[in-house]
C-alpha cells in the first residue's frame, strides 16, 4: 500500500509540458476558445503536452494547440505555469510525477478544428463560459479566467 510505513516512496519524475488559450472572434463579434476532449478518458480539456528536447515552451504550445485542436495560433502572452502531481505506470514501475505545465494566450490565425490529431476525440470552439463548464481540471480553468483578462486588456 503506499505510503505504508517502512515502505519505499515511489521515484519522482519532473515532467514540463505547455499549452494554449487559443481565442478567435466567432460570429457576432463573440470570443471563443478551443478546447479538447482527450481520449481515452473522455474529458474536456486545453490543448497541451510536452516539450520536446530542444524546444522552448513557446514553440511547444504552438505545436501541441496545432496538434490537438488542428489549428494555427500566434503567441500574444504568457498566462502562467501550474504545477500538480499524479502517478503513473511507467513500463511497469509505478512513478510519482511533478507536472509543471506553461499556459499562454494566442491568437488564432487559421486551420479548423476538425484537423485535430487522434489523442483526440473533438476539439471545438466554445465561449469562456461554456469552457469553464466543460473543463475538468480547476488548475484549467483558472488559465481560462486569467486568459479572459489578459483578452479583454488586449482587446483580443
Known amino acids: 500500500m503506499k505510503g505504508s510505513p517502512g515502505q519505499d516512496p515511489l521515484p519522482r519524475i519532473e515532467q ?17 476558445l478551443a478546447i479538447i476532449l482527450m481520449l481515452p478518458h473522455m474529458r474536456w480539456q486545453l490543448p497541451k503536452g510536452i516539450i520536446d528536447p530542444g524546444e522552448t515552451a513557446e514553440i511547444a504550445a504552438l505545436r501541441e494547440v496545432s496538434e490537438e485542436a488542428g ?7 504568457p498566462i502562467d505555469t501550474i504545477n500538480y502531481w499524479f502517478t503513473a505506470d511507467r513500463d511497469g ?6 507536472k509543471f505545465v506553461s499556459f499562454f494566450l494566442m491568437r488564432y490565425v487559421g486551420g479548423d478544428v476538425e484537423d485535430h490529431d487522434n489523442e483526440v476525440a473533438e476539439a471545438r470552439w466554445v465561449s469562456f463560459d461554456e469552457a469553464l463548464e466543460m473543463l475538468v481540471f480547476e488548475t484549467e480553468r483558472s488559465m481560462v479566467r486569467r486568459g479572459r483578462e489578459m483578452a479583454d486588456k488586449l482587446s483580443i
Open 93 to 98: 514501475t509505478q512513478y510519482q510525477i511533478h
Open 16 to 32: 514540463f509540458s505547455a499549452g494554449g488559450v487559443a481565442v478567435r472572434i466567432g460570429e457576432g463579434g463573440e470570443r471563443k
Open 71 to 77: 489549428i494555427n495560433c500566434e503567441l500574444v502572452a
